[in-house]
């Protein structure tokens, strides 16, 4: 069973600066996507970046709000995604969490992916 475990999250003043981390265990495919995904109270958990790993190359795919903010990166030796998150803004505020899924596809769709993490929150203040 993978099991995946988020970290990082907190509260910041806009424009400030925060990096979550995902343990990943019990991954062992080697073709698969993991990302982060956002929700905040009230709304539809939204896709916010992805990397997939194919056949031993990776790519990136960011959603259009955090486009040039955020930087999704993975070490392989760690096991471990991460969320490079800067120039915070009050509308980032939300539960965080990361998910990964067999094989790639799905892009940004929650229903694509299998397996969660339990979330970290993110609060950023105006």
């Known amino acids: 069973q993978v099991q995946l475990v988020e970290s990082g999250g907190d509260s910041v003043q806009a424009g400030g600066s925060l990096r979550l981390s995902c343990a990943a265990s019990r991954v062992t495919y080697s073709n698969y996507q993991m990302a982060w995904f956002r929700q905040a109270p009230g709304k539809e958990r939204e896709g916010v970046a992805y990397?997939?790993?194919?056949?031993?190359?990776?790519?990136?795919v960011y959603a259009d709000s955090v486009k040039g903010r955020f930087t999704i990166s993975r070490d392989n030796a760690k096991s471990t995604m991460y969320l490079q998150m800067n120039s915070l803004k009050p509308e980032d505020t939300a539960m965080y969490y990361c998910a990964t899924k067999t094989g790639l596809g799905g892009g940004l769709s929650p229903v694509a992916y299998t397996y969660w993490g339990q979330g970290t929150q993110v609060t950023v203040s105006a």
């Open positions: 990397i997939y790993i194919y056949s031993g190359s990776f790519g990136t």
